[in-house]
Each structure stands twice: as structure tokens, then as C-alpha cells.
């Protein structure tokens, strides 16, 4: 186990994780007093989410030539230029370059993607659970850090609102870029398997695991994205909950999706990676039948924590089952297919987030996550004794 690679990705999943928080949070509001038609508030969000789905796999592909270490310290380059990017679009007032920047930032979050698949590189076999669920708990601290930024920051600048919070992001992925040069070459274990010929992508696809695996991680980032993009306009433009109660609901939706990190790679050891995943798909269920009860602040507050642990379920399981599906060789190319899947759907779902909001409203939007659990739930059962799977 590649103890120092592991800590370095905790780290580094710490300052992303923060910045996307940010993004999140402010991405909605900013669209709001940016853009002249509000049914396009969340659009800046939506471009994040769209540019990751069209970056994965040329991140993935740069990766295999370059290696992780260059790669990463690439991504938090292009992230330095979205954030003065987003600087200049909130000096100027600029909807359009506001966009801009977000469809960099995306890019960087294409790269950020992989830092679960590079946890998973660093150990042994039986220890990938563990890996990748280690990397995510980085992102407990972001979500004290990511909300502490916006509330704290964003008047640091007189003329230019959330101005002085896109500079700390600068100076965090400056340093970013830095940790990332300590890291080792990846120890892929099981490197053995290249020494077969490697399968074609429409093989590997054609296996139920795949499927199943694809289906839990777009079900679980599609559906999150759908509520957590809706919930600061729901929240502070239509119900006019303050900034920091917002924020707030942030934060624990945050510690819902990344608190169960601690246990979550030992519940797939102990339950088996289709059980957890089944959890996590109630999670989410019960996250829509809460958000319909109505618009109390503990009303969001449930919705949004149970959102973020059936997130964690799902995701880390749909994850963990991916990595059963490959070989090392193929690694690089099923990850990358598998990311622009997952981000697709949730770009699909940044976009109906603002419109929905716009049309129907918050209780309309709950409803849309039902026929997507019960479908994920019905094909975890088909799967659940495949022998591939391992338990």
C-alpha cells in the first residue's frame, strides 16, 4: 500500500472537493443575478457538469501517456485559470464569461474524477473498497472549508462579490499543483493481467456487472446533482432562507456524502458491494419522499443528508464493481467510458435542475429520482449472485 500517494489524494480531494463546493453554492445564485432570464440561473453549473462528461476520457487518455502525477498537477492549472476567469466575469458582470469559466472548471474536474481510480491503483486487490472510500474522506473537511469560504470570503473584494473567494481557490490549486509532483509512480498490482491480450470496449460493456456497476454511479451522481443544483435556488431565491442557512444545509448534505467514507469501503467487505449499493439506492428514495413533505428547513436538512449517504452508497459501490470489469491494461479506457456516462447523465441533470425549479417547483422535482431507484434497484437484484463479484 502506497501510504504516501493515499495521503496526498486525501489532501488533494480536500482543496477540490472545497472548490466544488463553492462552485455549487454559488453557481445558481451567481447564474440568478447574472443571467436576464432566470430559467438559465443554473446554466453555469450545468456547463461544469457538461464539460467533465466531454473531458473524461481525453483526462483519461492523458493520463495513460503522461502518467497521473503530470496529469493531476495539469488539472489544478486549469482550474487556477477558471477561478480568474470567474473573477474577471463577476468584476465585468458577464453571463457569458461567468459560463466560461465554468466549462474550465469542469475540465479540472475531469481530472479530479480519477483521483479514486488512482487510490484504487495503490493497493492490493482486496484493499480497493478501502482506497477508494479513504480518497472521498477527504472531502469531510470541504465541507466545513468549501461553505467557510463562500460566507467568509465573499466580500473580502469591495467592488467584486465572491471576488475574494475566487482568489483563495487560486492560491489552493496553486499549491494543489505542487503536491501532486511528491507523488510515486502507481504500483498497479496485478500487473500480470497485461500480459493478455486486452479486450475490446464493446466486450467489456457486455458484461451485467458493467452494466450494473455504470448504472448505480449515474443513477447516484445524476440524481444527487438534480437536487443539490436545485436546492440554493430553492432555498435563498424562492423560499429566502439566508446565505448561511443554505449553507448550512450544504455542509450536512456534504458530511452526508463523505462522513460514511469511514466505514463505507468495510460495509462493502462485510455486505458485499450489490447489498450497500441496494442501501444506498433506499437512501435516495428516501431522501425524494422527505424533499415532498414540504419546505421547512428540516425538511431540507433530512432530504439533503440522506441524499448525500445514498451518494456514498451507491457511488463508492458502483466504483468498487467497476474495478471487477477490467483488466490493468484496460484500465485507462474503461474508466474513461465509464466517467463520460456518469457525468452525461448528471450534465443532463444540472440542466433540468434550473428549468424544473423554473416551471414546477421543488415538490414536482422530487418526484423524478422514484422510477430511477426502483430501475437500479430491480437490476442489482438480477446481478446479486454473479460470480464475478466478490464479497
Known amino acids: 500500500m502506497q501510504v504516501r500517494n493515499l495521503t496526498i489524494l486525501i489532501f488533494c480531494q480536500l482543496i477540490s472537493t472545497s472548490a466544488t463546493i463553492v462552485m455549487v453554492m454559488l453557481g445558481g445564485i451567481i447564474g ?18 457538461v464539460s467533465i462528461a466531454l473531458t473524461t476520457i481525453p483526462a483519461s487518455m492523458l493520463m495513460s501517456r503522461i502518467g497521473r502525477r503530470n496529469s493531476f498537477s495539469i488539472g489544478s492549472l486549469i482550474a487556477v485559470v477558471s477561478m480568474i476567469l470567474a473573477m474577471l466575469a463577476l468584476r465585468e458582470r458577464s453571463f457569458l ?20 481510480y488512482a487510490a484504487a491503483e495503490s493497493v492490493e486487490a482486496r484493499y480497493v473498497p478501502r482506497a477508494i472510500s479513504l480518497v472521498l474522506v477527504g472531502s ?20 467584486v462579490a465572491y471576488g ?37 470496449l464493446r466486450e467489456i460493456i457486455r458484461q451485467p456487472i458493467f452494466t450494473v456497476a455504470v448504472l448505480g454511479a449515474t443513477t447516484a451522481f445524476g440524481l444527487m446533482t438534480l437536487i443539490m443544483t436545485a436546492t440554493p435556488l430553492s432555498m435563498h431565491i424562492n423560499d429566502q432562507y439566508t446565505l448561511e442557512q443554505t449553507a448550512s444545509i450544504i455542509r450536512v448534505h456534504v458530511l452526508g456524502m463523505y462522513l460514511p467514507s469511514i466505514a463505507t469501503g468495510f460495509l462493502i467487505e462485510k455486505l458485499g458491494v450489490t447489498r450497500l449499493m441496494f442501501v444506498g439506492a433506499l437512501g435516495l428514495l428516501a431522501a425524494a419522499l422527505v424533499g415532498l413533505q414540504g419546505h421547512a428547513l ?8 440522506l441524499l448525500g449517504i445514498g451518494w456514498n452508497f451507491l457511488y463508492v459501490g458502483g466504483t468498487t464493481m467497476l474495478t471487477y470489469t477490467y483488466r490493468t491494461s484496460e484500465r485507462f479506457r474503461v474508466q474513461g467510458f465509464n466517467d463520460f456516462l456518469v457525468f452525461g447523465s448528471s450534465a443532463t441533470a444540472s440542466l433540468l435542475a434550473g428549468t424544473v425549479m423554473f416551471y414546477f417547483g421543488w415538490g414536482k422535482l422530487m418526484l423524478v429520482p422514484l422510477p430511477f431507484v426502483l430501475l437500479i434497484c430491480v437490476a442489482l437484484m438480477i446481478v446479486r449472485k454473479n460470480p464475478a463479484l466478490k464479497r
Open 32 to 49: 440568478s443575478q447574472l443571467a436576464t432570464n432566470q430559467a438559465l440561473a443554473t446554466l453555469p453549473l450545468s456547463l461544469i457538469v
Open 298 to 305: 428540516l425538511h431540507y436538512w433530512w432530504a439533503l443528508l
Open 97 to 116: 464569461l461567468y459560463n466560461v469559466a465554468a466549462l474550465v472548471f469542469g475540465i479540472n474536474m475531469a481530472f479530479t474524477q480519477q483521483y479514486r
Open 164 to 200: 475574494g473567494t475566487m482568489a483563495l481557490l487560486i492560491a489552493m490549486f496553486l499549491v494543489q499543483a505542487l503536491i501532486f509532483q511528491a507523488m510515486a509512480p502507481a504500483k498497479v498490482h496485478g500487473a500480470s493481467a497485461d500480459q493478455e491480450q486486452p479486450r475490446s
Open 140 to 159: 469531510i473537511g470541504a465541507a466545513f472549508l468549501g461553505t467557510k469560504l463562500v460566507t467568509l470570503s465573499q466580500y473580502w473584494l469591495q467592488d
